[in-house]
């Protein structure tokens, strides 16, 4: 599937994020295929990673996948209303009376983080007349979300103790995996262990066990052999095709794909300056192009003078400051017209440009220009062999 020109008439701007469904559910096979044995639960958070959660939950479901994890009550029970049935994990927990309600109501797995979390989700649960599903987070050194290591087995007996609840599992979050020294993770199940350990001498049965994420996963046997107890794993990025540092290679395909137009192209005279404040001046007479996309759809102003764009299989560098709406390309003497297809990041026909490779270019990391792609960007979904 290609942009077409004629979409400008109809007045759309020529821009769109791709997104590849059949490379998602090849990625998902990949996941489970470096995790025998063990549950898959797929973190769709933040719209699935700037995807489109509800496509792409209905597509891991259809490979397959069981359980989805999302933020907020909010993000899963608009899952739940659009016929999502898988268990839907929720990592934000709930804030108040009412989230509880609807988390019970809506047949949602809450995590608690504390003594006051699992005290809503019973009064909610008792209030329905039912048995409430959670699971709670320890933290071994995220400092992020979750209940101390030292007060987690005070807090998993607690749940385990009340007949409104059922402790379905229990898991920790890996603040280093993507490093290559794995001391700290190991570092971190290690304590994990104690926990589980004591929570067990005390009767507990701590459900479904969990700590790898996408970067903990594909350290491979070094991080899964350390905590036996697992019968899960909790992937996000690299179900979109990314990988979560350098070292960390694997068969993975990218999911999404960012790509516009080009809408104008500009005779530049030496000395000559492109964009606001002329941040760019050009050092020879040259041709820059206009792209219809800018910082408003998710171009970060940091790749000013620095990010790269592929056109016509030629990569070309961003020329002066990105504006809201559009990005000007240094293209030289190539035969750029209006008209021919700029890809930002992803795979078309032309080439690949990574989204890891652009998010260097901008100084952050991948999850950052995955999830700002802005919200006027249509989302167009396809399908390809897997």
Known sequence: ??????????????????????????????????????????????????????????????????????????????????????????????????????????????????????????????????????????????RRMGVSAETAPELLAAVAGEPALELEGTFTHLAQADEADLGASLAQLAVFREVLAKARAQGVATGLVHALNSAGLLAGAALADALPEARAVRPGLLLFGVQPAVHLAAALRPVMTLRTRVVQVHAVRRGEGVGYNAQYRAARDTKVATLAIGYADGVPVSTSGRGEVLIGARRFRIAGRVSMDYVSVDVESAPVAPGDEALLFGAGPQGTLPVEEAAGAAGTIPYELLVRVGARVPRVYEETPF
């Open 1 to 142: 599937m290609t942009l077409q020109p004629e979409a400008r008439a109809a007045g759309r701007r020529p821009t769109e994020a791709r997104v590849d469904l059949g490379a998602l559910r090849a990625n998902y096979v990949e996941a489970c295929r470096r995790a025998p044995g063990r549950a898959l639960i797929a973190v769709i958070k933040a719209d699935a990673y700037g995807h489109g959660a509800l496509p792409v939950a209905r597509a891991l479901v259809g490979a397959g996948c069981r359980r989805l994890a999302v933020l907020g009550v909010d993000e899963a029970v608009a899952l739940r209303d659009a016929g999502i049935e898988a268990a839907l994990l929720v990592l934000g927990g709930v804030h108040d009376a009412g989230e509880a309600a609807e988390a019970v109501a809506k047949r949602l797995v809450p995590v608690l983080h504390d003594a006051a979390a699992l005290a809503r989700m019973a009064t909610a649960a008792r209030a329905a007349g039912s048995r409430a599903s959670v699971q709670v987070e320890v933290d071994t050194g995220m």
